[in-house]
């Protein structure tokens, strides 16, 4: 039971209630951190703001961002937010076995060279920030990658560390 007073999906009224029911209708559930921002207006409607961001960014593959979260999450021992990617991925047709492979080598997704060293790259950067360097960089540059792309993927890293603190602060 979380230390804060949330919106339950059952309890959810207004634009909380719309935004909650198209969740539901996409994933089959409202995502726990969304329910958590719920305590807060403000930090709700960011969120909002930001998960229409990233549905709509021109260069970061939805398969890709699933990844990203899931294995973000994953190295932050954020059990909740790497199950829930998981079962997106398994929406998406992936098997348990594959997913398995997945989580213990991010190379056996089957991405593209781009997006292989895209995730790669947030993985190293939630992992091992100081370990970051021109180098890298300079990769992601010639596979086509913009400054805000990558910035774009590594936040979507990050979050699932602020994430897991969060949830766990308020024990949700």
């Given at each position: 039971?979380?230390?804060?007073?949330?919106?339950?999906?059952?309890?959810?009224?207004?634009?909380?209630?719309?935004?909650?029911?198209?969740m539901i209708k996409r994933t089959g559930q409202v995502p726990k951190p969304v329910e958590l921002a719920s305590a807060s207006p403000f930090f709700f409607q960011t969120l909002m703001k930001t998960i229409a961001y990233y549905a709509a960014h021109p260069n970061l593959d939805f398969s890709l961002l699933v990844?990203?979260?899931?294995?973000?999450?994953?190295?932050?021992?954020?059990?909740?937010?790497?199950?829930f990617n998981r079962q997106i991925l398994?929406?998406?047709?992936?098997?348990?076995t594959k997913i398995d492979q997945i989580l213990k080598d991010p190379k056996a997704a089957g991405l593209s060279a781009k997006d292989e060293a895209m995730l790669l790259?947030?993985?190293?950067?939630?992992?091992?920030?100081?370990?970051?360097?021109?180098?890298?960089?300079?990769?992601?540059?010639?596979?086509?990658?913009?400054?805000?792309?990558?910035?774009?993927?590594?936040?979507?890293?990050?979050?699932?560390?602020?994430?897991?603190?969060m949830m766990r602060i308020f024990k949700m």
């Open positions: 039971m979380s230390l804060l007073k949330t919106v339950k999906p059952g309890e959810a009224t207004g634009d909380i209630q719309t935004i909650y029911a198209e990844l990203i979260r899931m294995l973000s999450s994953e190295s932050c021992s954020n059990h909740i937010c790497r199950n398994k929406k998406q047709g992936l098997e348990d790259f947030v993985l190293k950067a939630v992992n091992d920030p100081d370990g970051i360097d021109k180098t890298d960089m300079h990769k992601l540059h010639s596979l086509g990658w913009s400054d805000t792309d990558i910035y774009d993927a590594v936040t979507t890293g990050v979050n699932m560390f602020s994430l897991n603190k």
